[in-house]
């Protein structure tokens, strides 16, 4: 009698598991129609059978490898974007092994959640009217029905001026309430717009208009950089340098930008004037309508590290562009196994 008491109490707990073990989709954001078909299962998953004897009833449990997604944007030498690229044209590696893609999408039309920061510090005030009408107009040519934009003002603190929004009026509406400070958060900001975008669905970028100094901040720039790589953000970053050849200028922030920007799979612009800044915020447009995605599980780990390294490549022998030596491939650097917090 304890022994069968005991046999069912087993398959209770084991059968209770089961919801939350259920075969992932790649994630999508808002309320999106069903999926056509499911995520592929990872190579490796292997179905586990409960322990109860043979003479009872018995349940399987199915588990998932994590899906790793990437957004990777392809240019050629002239930086235009290129969207003609096939599933098979491409190969990831992680840790230096290679990978099989599981899923692929030419994803411009994937929704984007959008955080606009700009900086409002003395040392940006000369250049603020042009870049707030930039980003202005920026929001009015991206944002569609299913996107989001937040934007974020920071000087020696850092303000959300709008939730997540695909309403220009609101924007407008914010715009006009920016304004000055005194000193840079730039850290802060970094850290705190990824936050933002860490449960976001979909693609998460984040537009980053600032001169590159950094005053203030309790936020140092690798709990930044892991939380921007955590939060799966792409960067951009759009440098305002009225004097190239200023003795002023913050080299180092700028070099923490350029960084941060490529190891998240963004791109850095430098801008003096509003020609500058519509030519950079056009750029980001056009890219993030013809980014690609591409996700797989990841295979045997070969490396104790919490940092996976992420590297994709373009077959140099594919039909679908004419000199693949000369494309760019830009994407995140890699990501950690483990949440920071």
Partial sequence: MIGALVRTAIFVAIAATLPSLAQSTVPRPGNPPPPAKPVPRPPDAQQQQSTVPDNEPSATIRVNVKLVNVFATVTDSGGAPV???????????????????????????????????????????GDQKLEL?????????ILRPIDGLALFEFSEIVDQLTPFTADVRVIDRAINRVHSGAATALYDTLYLGSDALMERRGRKVMVLITDGGDTVSKT??????????????????????????????????????????????????????????????????????????IAYYPNARVSDSEFRRI???????????????????RHRTGYYTMPSK
């Avoid at 984007?112 to 409002?120: E, F, M, R």
């Avoid at 009408?133 to 040519?141: G, N, P, V």
């Avoid at 590297?311 to 491939?329: F, H, Q, R």
């Fill in 311 to 329: 590297e994709i490549t373009v077959d140099p022998a594919t039909k679908d562009y004419l000199n693949p030596s000369e494309l760019v491939i």
């Fill in 133 to 141: 009408e930039s980003a202005r107009r920026f929001a009015h040519a």
């Fill in 220 to 293: 140092s720039y690798q709990q930044a950089i892991r939380e921007a790589q955590e939060a799966e953000v792409i960067l951009y970053s759009i440098i305002i340098v009225p004097i190239e050849n200023s003795a002023g200028r913050d080299l180092g922030g700028e070099h923490a930008l350029i960084t941060l920007s490529r190891d998240t799979g963004g791109k850095y612009f430098y801008a003096s004037g509003l020609e500058q800044l519509d030519a950079a915020f056009r750029q980001i447009s056009d890219e993030l309508r013809t980014q690609y995605l």
């Fill in 83 to 125: 969207s003609s690229l096939k599933q098979a044209d491409f190969r990831v590696f992680e840790d230096g092994k290679p990978q099989q893609i599981a899923v692929f999408h030419r994803e411009s039309e994937l929704p984007l959640s959008i955080v606009v920061a700009i900086d409002t510090s003395l040392s940006t005030r």
